[in-house]
């Protein structure tokens, strides 16, 4: 079974503030994927990650996959109230496989 | 474009009693999944289809879980009889592919089971 373990599994931050969250794993994926979940809601895909070493941006979301394609971060700079939520990073074998999340909570 | 459909949003039941929750996928995709999320153990998938066969269900957790998909555009997930621990968001995603492609998920389904 692949494992994927996030950190940390909360975190609340006030707006303004930048944050870093990660996503690893001892097992090598062809893809990663980020998600956001909001109360109430499906998760959704922010963006999905192919290559090792790879650096994505979302507006103020910079993705990163690690050189070994074992692990990834998620850096959001000037944190708005509306990036709440619970973000899951999700690795790519025969079907995709998730780690439990980072709930952030970013307050006014 | 209508995402992947989910019935009932919430479903409060009593134990012992038959839980039947609904899915109708994007139009177009071949992939269907079943999702369990619960806080202490994630999002777990329970099973899934491709061209509405089932490919896996090792993650169903035990005899009283049951899902068909009898047709591209219907799945259900049916669980008989309904225990407490049963109670967590049941989330249902569709895609093109089994893999490397985006899940679109449903707004799943909120059961209690008390």
């Known amino acids: 079974t692949q494992l994927l373990e996030q950190s940390p599994q909360f975190l609340s931050i006030q707006e303004g503030e930048n944050l870093t969250v990660y996503c690893n794993s001892s097992s090598v994926f062809s893809s990663l994927q980020w998600y956001r979940q909001e109360p109430g809601e499906g998760p959704v895909l922010l963006v999905t990650v192919v290559t090792g070493g790879e650096v994505k941006k979302l507006k103020r979301l910079t993705f990163q996959f690690g050189d070994a394609r074992k692990d990834s971060s998620l850096h959001i700079t000037a944190a708005q109230p509306g990036d709440t939520g619970l973000y899951l990073c999700a690795g790519a074998g025969s079907t995709l496989t998730f780690g439990k999340g980072t709930m952030l909570l970013v307050s006014p | 474009d209508a995402g992947v459909i989910q019935s009932p949003r919430h479903e409060v039941t009593e134990m012992g009693q038959e839980v039947t929750l609904r899915c109708k996928p994007i139009s177009g995709h071949n992939s269907l999944f079943w999702y369990r999320q619960t806080m202490m153990r994630g999002l777990e998938l329970l099973i899934y289809f491709n061209n509405n066969v089932p490919i896996d269900d090792s993650g169903m957790p035990e005899d009283r879980f049951s899902a068909k998909m009898p047709n591209a555009s219907f799945s259900t997930l049916k669980i008989q009889p309904s225990e407490p621990r049963d109670s967590a968001v049941y989330f249902c995603?569709?895609?093109?592919?089994?893999?490397?492609?985006?899940?679109?998920f449903g707004e799943g389904s909120w059961l209690t089971v008390v």
């Open positions: 995603a569709s895609s093109f592919a089994l893999s490397g492609n985006t899940i679109y």
